[in-house]
């Protein structure tokens, strides 16, 4: 099928227009040459010459009346100007066409175009895409109202989904901040117990140590307070059955009695830190002592437990000189 003809629009136009002008130009300057007799000189005496030269010697050419060399001169000028002109409007034109070209090749994003039909260019189409494309455009032209109807629909659907998408995305943010708040508060609550733990610790140690307390009785192995965390951070006491010796490690130790013991001695801060970590394993080294321990309380720990608490002080002991050459 052909290829229907669509109409000029104004710059094309123009550019027609222009294009005839120039050739009716070129065809009147021929025309008026041969009709002022430059045909009629002598070719053969100098050779080739141009149009200006033609003119200028056809005014000498009548040796009846003197030349009038102003209006030979403002004739020249004339046909210099009108060919400066034409040169000017051929250089316009290719211009245009290395334009036109260069942004026949230019891409505008879909989201972007208003679109698609409209953006469109009919000069890189086929014939049955260019006929398509016409299609559609009366299509558009006939069913203007449906077509808005639709454009508008298609920009509500777009904005309830960026809404959607927003309101995903802020309910994620609050979620993860929730989790956030979640985990700082648990980290609290896991601290405020270990806290606890090791107050409790204290508290029975003093009391094992000072010597105008009643409790004289006897001291089985879960009465003696370990430096460790129990299993579970609850009011339950660690028995026997529940402690083993692989358990009693230099990690374990740390983390009850050095809370802070990520921390680098690189400053005066973190040099006093380290003054501190050593004082605290040289109280514990005291009071787990193996001789230590066996003169002031092994005397009241029961036969049946006795075996077992000298193995886990023992432990105790050893574990504290790591980490005490660890600290120096």
Same mark, same amino acid.
């Given at each position: 099928m052909t290829k229907l003809?669509?109409?000029?629009?104004? =710059?094309?136009?123009?550019?027609?227009? !222009?294009?005839? #002008?120039?050739?009716?130009?070129?065809?009147?300057?021929?025309?008026?040459?041969?009709?002022?007799?430059?045909?009629?000189?002598?070719?053969? #005496?100098a050779g080739p $010459?141009?149009?200006k030269k033609k003119h200028a010697a056809a005014a000498f050419s009548d040796g009846s009346h003197n030349p009038d060399y102003d209006a030979i001169r403002a004739e020249l000028e004339e046909m210099q100007f009108r060919e400066k002109m034409w040169g000017a409007l051929e250089d316009d034109e290719r211009l245009g066409g290395i334009d036109?070209?260069?942004?026949?090749?230019?891409?505008?994003?879909? +989201?972007?175009?208003?679109?698609?039909?409209d953006s469109a260019d009919p000069q890189y189409m086929g014939d049955d895409e260019y006929a398509e494309w016409i299609r559609?455009?009366?299509?558009?032209?006939?069913?203007?109202?449906?077509?808005?109807? !639709?454009?508008?629909?298609?920009?509500?659907?777009?904005? +309830?989904?960026?809404?959607?998408k927003e309101i995903k995305a802020q309910t994620s943010r609050l979620e993860r *901040? #929730? &989790?956030?708040?979640?985990?700082?508060?648990?980290?609290?609550?896991?601290?405020?117990?270990e806290e606890e733990y090791r107050q409790r610790y204290e508290q029975r140690w003093k009391a094992l140590l000072d010597n105008r307390t009643k409790d004289h009785g006897p001291l089985t192995f879960k009465d003696i307070p370990w430096p460790l965390f129990p299993a579970q &951070?609850?009011? !339950?006491?660690? $028995?026997?059955? $529940? *402690?083993?010796m692989e358990e009693i490690s230099s990690? #374990?130790? =740390? =983390?009850?009695? &050095?809370?802070?013991?990520?921390?680098?001695?690189?400053?005066v801060k973190n040099r006093d830190v380290s003054r501190?970590?050593?004082?605290?394993?040289?109280?514990? *080294?005291?009071?787990?002592?193996?001789?230590?321990?066996?003169?002031? *309380?092994?005397?009241?720990?029961?036969?049946?437990?006795?075996?077992?608490? +000298?193995?886990?002080?023992? !432990?105790?002991a050893r574990v504290l000189n790591v980490l005490m050459s660890e600290q120096s």
């Open positions: 003809r669509l109409k000029r629009t104004p =710059a094309e136009e123009l550019e027609r227009a !222009q294009r005839k #002008a120039h050739k009716a130009a070129k065809k009147a300057a021929k025309r008026k040459r041969k009709e002022g007799g430059y045909d009629s000189l002598d070719d053969t #005496a $010459s141009t149009g036109s070209r260069f942004n026949g090749y230019s891409h505008i994003p879909d +989201r972007w175009a208003p679109d698609k039909h559609e455009g009366m299509w558009k032209k006939k069913h203007a109202r449906e077509y808005e109807e !639709q454009a508008k629909r298609d920009a509500e659907k777009a904005a +309830r989904r960026a809404r959607e *901040l #929730a &989790l956030e708040q979640e985990d700082i508060r648990r980290k609290e609550r896991q601290r405020q117990r &951070l609850s009011k !339950q006491r660690v $028995s026997d059955s $529940s *402690l083993k990690e #374990a130790v =740390a =983390a009850f009695l &050095l809370p802070d013991s990520g921390d680098n001695a690189t400053s501190r970590k050593r004082d605290k394993i040289k109280e514990t *080294l005291l009071r787990y002592h193996p001789d230590k321990f066996e003169g002031r *309380l092994m005397n009241r720990v029961p036969e049946s437990d006795r075996e077992n608490v +000298r193995e886990a002080v023992g !432990q105790v």
